[in-house]
């Protein structure tokens, strides 16, 4: 028995048949896992793509929300209006280590409940979220307002599709990628550059360094005394005054009125509160406001004006009617 082993191991016969009988396995089954590491690289290289392109797309119409996600066609006249930068673009939000501010953002995919918004930050995601196909990809789209950087960040994650036996050897496995665009505004940019080199070649030499000092100096006569403001007449006629406004009543729809305080002559209203209830502010004042952004016919923007009771020693308003009100792109100015 010994000797026939021997002289199997010993027959070149033998030899390659045992070699190859280890052999073959083992390059069989590095070549199943090179197939499965190449399709996962496949499936990833694909995820990062959709999430780069879906982020650059938001960044891209961020300045004009009816823009085409996809070409970045817009009709002729159609805008967000002069002041959106302010009033709509969740400025709010360079304030978050102050107070906690949430960010714009929108989850993936799209469903009847998230996809209604029709304004602001919120809106423009929407579009971008909307090329992105409900079964290619979950996740979210977000947008960061601080100010100089602006940016909107995607994080998608979807399962990668194995065989079952695959499965059952490594268990179910994810896909998944992150992008961060920043938002750039170059008409902006070059208005406020050529809006500064005009300015300062205007003024330069205009008023010599000495003149400036004594022009900082506190006059010796007083100053006259701001205007007594004790009840919300009186308020709304100093915002008529302070804007250059007009006093206007506005339909809202059939049956239901707006009056507006001061109008003034870029259609923003101005509207004055001395005395409120932040419940009627809720449900009845800010309803009506909101109708009238949407609409975009005479109003263009909303600002609220509160104004400090004699009884208070400071305007008090919850933070959550402050992020409502920024929400429907209302402006909040305190006098105190």
């Given at each position: 028995?010994?000797?026939?082993?021997?002289?199997?191991?010993?027959?070149?016969?033998?030899?390659?048949?045992?070699?190859?009988?280890?052999?073959?396995?083992?390059?069989?089954?590095?070549?199943?896992?090179?197939?499965?590491?190449?399709?996962?690289?496949?499936?990833?290289?694909?995820?990062?793509?959709?999430?780069?392109?879906?982020?650059?797309?938001?960044?891209?119409?961020?300045?004009?929300?009816?823009?085409?996600?996809?070409?970045?066609?817009?009709?002729?006249?159609?805008?967000?209006?002069?002041?959106?930068?302010?009033?709509?673009?969740?400025?709010?939000?360079?304030?978050?280590?102050?107070?906690?501010?949430?960010?714009?953002?929108?989850?993936?995919?799209?469903?009847?409940?998230?996809?209604?918004?029709?304004?602001?930050?919120?809106?423009?995601?929407?579009?971008?979220?909307?090329?992105?196909?409900?079964?290619?990809?979950?996740?979210?789209?977000?947008?960061?307002?601080?100010?100089?950087?602006?940016?909107?960040?995607?994080?998608?994650?979807?399962?990668?599709?194995?065989?079952?036996?695959?499965?059952?050897?490594?268990?179910?496995?994810?896909?998944s990628g992150a992008s961060k665009s920043?938002?750039?505004?170059?008409?902006?940019?070059?208005?406020?550059?050529?809006?500064?080199?005009?300015?300062?070649?205007?003024?330069?030499?205009?008023?010599?360094?000495?003149?400036?000092?004594?022009?900082?100096?506190?006059?010796?006569?007083?100053?006259?005394?701001?205007?007594?403001?004790?009840?919300?007449?009186?308020?709304?006629?100093?915002?008529?005054?302070?804007?250059?406004?007009?006093?206007?009543?506005?339909?809202?729809?059939?049956?239901?009125?707006?009056?507006?305080?001061?109008?003034?002559?870029?259609?923003?209203?101005?509207?004055?509160?001395?005395?409120?209830?932040?419940?009627?502010?809720?449900?009845?004042?800010?309803?009506?406001?909101?109708?009238?952004?949407?609409?975009?016919?005479?109003?263009?923007?909303?600002?609220?004006?509160?104004?400090?009771?004699?009884?208070?020693?400071?305007?008090?308003?919850?933070?959550?009617?402050?992020?409502?009100?920024?929400?429907?792109?209302?402006?909040?100015?305190?006098?105190?």
């Open positions: 028995m010994m000797k026939r082993i021997h002289r199997f191991l010993r027959d070149p016969a033998g030899q390659i048949m045992l070699e190859a009988s280890l052999a073959l396995p083992a390059v069989f089954l590095a070549t199943v896992l090179l197939l499965f590491l190449a399709l996962f690289s496949y499936h990833q290289a694909s995820l990062q793509y959709t999430t780069a392109i879906a982020s650059e797309r938001a960044a891209y119409i961020w300045d004009n929300s009816k823009k085409d996600p996809l070409t970045g066609a817009v009709k002729a006249g159609d805008n967000d209006g002069l002041y959106w930068r302010l009033t709509n673009d969740n400025v709010s939000h360079m304030f978050s280590f102050l107070l906690p501010m949430p960010s714009a953002s929108v989850k993936l995919p799209l469903t009847p409940n998230n996809a209604s918004a029709d304004s602001g930050p919120q809106a423009k995601l929407v579009r971008a979220a909307s090329t992105i196909a409900a079964d290619e990809a979950q996740g979210e789209l977000g947008y960061e307002n601080f100010g100089v950087l602006r940016f909107v960040r995607a994080a998608l994650h979807k399962p990668m599709h194995l065989p079952d036996f695959a499965q059952r050897l490594w268990g179910r496995a994810n896909v920043y938002v750039v505004d170059p008409a902006e940019t070059i208005r406020l550059t050529d809006l500064t080199r005009t300015f300062i070649g205007e003024i330069q030499g205009r008023i010599k360094p000495k003149d400036a000092l004594a022009a900082m100096v506190e006059p010796k006569t007083s100053v006259k005394e701001k205007p007594l403001i004790d009840n919300e007449k009186k308020a709304a006629q100093y915002l008529r005054l302070l804007v250059s406004g007009t006093e206007k009543e506005i339909e809202v729809n059939p049956g239901t009125m707006r009056k507006i305080d001061a109008l003034d002559a870029g259609g923003v209203a101005h509207q004055a509160y001395y005395t409120f209830n932040e419940k009627n502010l809720r449900e009845v004042q800010m309803v009506k406001d909101a109708e009238l952004l949407k609409k975009g016919t005479e109003v263009k923007g909303v600002v609220w004006h509160f104004f400090k009771s004699s009884k208070q020693d400071k305007v008090k308003l919850s933070p959550g009617l402050l992020r409502e009100l920024e929400r429907n792109g209302i402006v909040v100015v305190i006098h105190e």
